[in-house]
């Protein structure tokens, strides 16, 4: 299909009966598909199912029992695990319960009541504000506005946040106390953070003594076309002379179960010394049995990377739907644009400008659910109206193409029906 956006009135008019046309016949057979969020499908499960028959080897090395209390911070060989992973210290090290959503709130919570690095607790602060890159994933931001804190949308570049614009708000503006960062293979639009953005992320200068990167290293293993690397940020931010900078998070749940895998958060040592204070109020420790399950599962830091070249696998022929019926369907429209991921879990697509919001809901009417436009920005607002978080995972293939053929369909028609009112004006 050649250009939509050049077509006449007259030759929108009759495009906009042929799509109306199309749309009404696949509301006629009642569709009930759910791309709405990144949720793993059963055969990605399955593949992660051994784990039920691991009859737990619960005595550590150290002779400890792991049926009982105590371990506050994790398991020390669980530890070891994620640390050859993702080249963390294991003393930098604090393993969580299932959810790093969970670690990511509570860091938050303890920053407002307590403070972090001895300075003023943010809840006796008149203001508080966070940088928030966009498009990006909306319970970061519904963390935020659940504090009362003031977001400010940055906007994302091909290797990360716009970071002269980062730096300008930092500099001089001490109630920007921090910023949100999924780095690599981010949600939505799978930007892998450079070299460069991280050491500028590390190294800046910050009129707020306790500011803070929330480092939420998510899909850190997650490939599905190409492997990238990612400089590390804790390294960075100590040999910038800001080691307390950094709260970086990780996970298992899109790697074995999301209901049931283990969590971790990494900082400075003097971070962790702060955190495992409070921490040691709030819990006597974290399911060590499931800790230990992890590590019989994987073994080793090589097992876990050979478990996500089965993912990997899994989900590449899902990715490959998407961008083949994006690519055929809606390529020299002007109706849409987007990026090819290497790994992660979405698909960012941006519509024409003012039809995302139109497109999800024409979507839903016909029995496609999808993630609410505008969910990638903070407060719900995407200003241009654009941007749609695509999530592959769930369907089957076959469920996938019916969905994104319908996608296409429905992206044509509230882009005709835009240009359409456009033209009247």
């Known amino acids: 299909m050649d250009a939509v956006t050049s077509l006449s009135v007259e030759e929108l008019r009759q495009l906009q009966q042929e799509l109306q046309k199309q749309y009404d016949e696949y509301k006629m057979q009642k569709l009930s598909l759910d791309m709405s969020r990144g949720k793993p499908a059963g ?55 299932n959810s790093s959503l969970n670690l990511m ?89 450079s070299k460069e953005t991280v050491r500028r992320l590390a190294s800046m200068k910050t009129s707020a003594p306790d500011f803070r990167i929330m480092w939420d290293n998510a899909y850190g293993v997650h490939y599905i076309y190409e492997k990238h690397s990612l400089e590390d940020i804790l390294t960075a931010c100590k040999d910038a002379g800001n080691a307390d900078r950094v709260f970086y998070f990780f996970s298992t749940s899109k790697i074995t179960f999301p209901g049931a895998g283990v969590a971790l958060m990494a900082s400075s040592l003097n971070n962790v010394v702060e ?30 990377l050979a478990h996500m070249d089965r993912l990997a696998k899994e989900l590449r022929p899902k990715f490959d739907i998407v961008i083949k019926t994006l690519e055929e369907q809606l ?44 969910a990638t920005y903070p407060y719900g607002n995407d200003p241009k109206d654009t941007n749609i978080r695509i999530a592959p995972s769930y369907p089957t293939c076959e469920e996938l193409q019916k969905a994104m053929d319908l996608f296409c369909l429905c992206v044509k028609l509230a882009g005709v029906n835009h240009l359409l009112e456009e033209k009247k004006k």
């Open 43 to 97: 055969a990605q499960l399955d593949l992660t199912n051994a784990m039920f028959d691991i009859k737990v080897d619960y005595l550590t090395k150290a002779g400890l029992d792991a049926r009982n209390y105590g371990v506050l911070d994790g398991v020390p060989e669980v530890k070891q695990l994620f640390g050859d992973l993702l080249n963390i210290p294991v003393d930098q090290m604090i393993i969580g319960g």
């Open 105 to 193: 709130y509570d860091t938050i919570a303890r920053c407002f009541l307590f403070g972090t690095g001895g300075y003023t607790p943010w809840s006796k602060l008149s203001k508080i504000k966070f940088l928030c890159p966009c498009p990006g994933y909306d319970r970061h931001f519904a963390v935020m506005e659940e504090f009362g804190v003031e977001m400010i949308p940055v906007p994302m570049n091909e290797d990360g946040p716009d970071m002269d614009m980062v730096e300008e708000l930092v500099v001089n503006d001490d109630t920007v106390k921090g910023i949100w960062c999924v780095p690599l293979y981010s949600n939505p639009q799978g930007v892998c953070y």
């Open 275 to 304: 955190i495992k204070k409070h921490m040691g109020v709030q819990t006597i420790g974290h399911d060590k049995l499931n800790q230990l399950r992890t590590l019989q599962f994987f073994k080793n830091a090589d097992g876990i």
């Open 331 to 374: 390529g020299g429209t002007g109706l849409l644009q987007f990026t090819k991921p290497d790994g992660g879990y979405f698909v960012s697509v941006d519509t024409y400008e003012g039809c995302a919001k139109a497109t999800v809901a024409l979507a839903r009417e016909a029995g496609v659910v999808l993630t609410g436009a505008g």
